[in-house]
């Protein structure tokens, strides 16, 4: 049985002051759902103090990026134990960092690693473009990034990884991929290669999240299909929607 799993990320969204403020609207409501691993990622700077409002709590902070040194001159970057006084989860390779910031799947690999030295959960994105869904590239496009993602990476370490799968169309745009495909890409892109690189234990514990335009209304129609164990929700996270989001995570 995998555990399902909700995370919010709320992308360059709300000072440290209104991030407080967000976590202490949602929290209670979270809290009541004790059956979903429920993580939230603010930006960097709001970060310690979230992380200091939930100390006792079951819900867990991650961050939206780390650095694969764990220190140096990288001006701007912040590392794996710098996350780890604060958080327990990263978002690696989301669409966002690999379109406006360059990412590729080799960084997204030096993060990944990094991350998991440091005992860090990483939640790897991975998704195709409209441009690439558009060419029936979806398939090729996503089980390249999951294998040139994972490369080197152990069978022990994979059991603490989630993956979302997040077509970049789907992202912000209201205009989910219907739960169906969803499943079907996450079986053949993610779950299968999995398998063969990782073996069939790995690859059934795998968390798979779907990510793109995730709201309370919808949410069920995922957590329904069987190789889709949880949302990466962005917009409907810094809203109390997102609670409902986690109490349909649980219900499935
Ligand atoms: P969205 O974003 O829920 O606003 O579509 C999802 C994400 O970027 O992780």
Redesign the pocket.
């Known amino acids: 049985m995998r555990t399902p799993f909700v995370a919010g990320?709320w992308?360059m969204n709300k000072t440290s002051t209104e991030a407080k403020a967000l976590i202490l609207e949602l929290k209670d409501g979270l809290e009541k759902i004790t059956n979903v691993e429920i993580v939230v990622c603010p930006p960097f700077i709001s970060v310690p103090a979230v992380s200091n409002l939930l100390e006792t709590s079951s819900i867990g902070v991650g961050t939206q990026n780390v650095h694969w040194e764990d220190n140096g001159a990288y001006t701007g970057e912040i590392s794996a134990p710098m996350v780890k006084e604060f958080a327990n989860y990263v978002i690696i390779g989301?669409?966002?960092r690999r379109t406006y910031f360059g990412e590729t799947d080799e960084t997204v690999n030096l993060r990944l690693k990094a991350a998991l030295k440091a005992g860090l959960i990483p939640i790897v994105?991975v998704g195709e473009t409209l441009e690439e869904n558009e060419a029936g590239k979806t398939f090729d496009i996503v089980s390249n990034q999951i294998r040139n993602g994972f490369t080197g990476i152990t069978e022990s370490e994979m059991k603490s990884v989630v993956v979302?799968y997040?077509p970049v169309w789907?992202?912000?745009?209201g205009k989910a991929c219907d739960a169906e495909t969803a499943n079907e890409v996450i079986l053949k892109t993610i779950r299968e290669p999995i398998q063969a690189m990782f073996g069939a234990d790995v690859s059934s514990e795998l968390r798979i999240l779907y990510?793109?335009?995730?709201k309370g209304s919808n949410a069920k129609e995922y957590f329904s299909q069987p190789d889709i164990d949880g949302a990466?929700?962005?917009?409907?996270?810094l809203k109390p929607d997102f609670i409902d989001i986690a109490k349909a995570a649980g219900a499935c």
């Open positions: 990320n992308k989301h669409s966002e994105c979302a997040e789907a992202i912000g745009t990510g793109g335009s995730v990466l929700v962005g917009g409907a996270s």
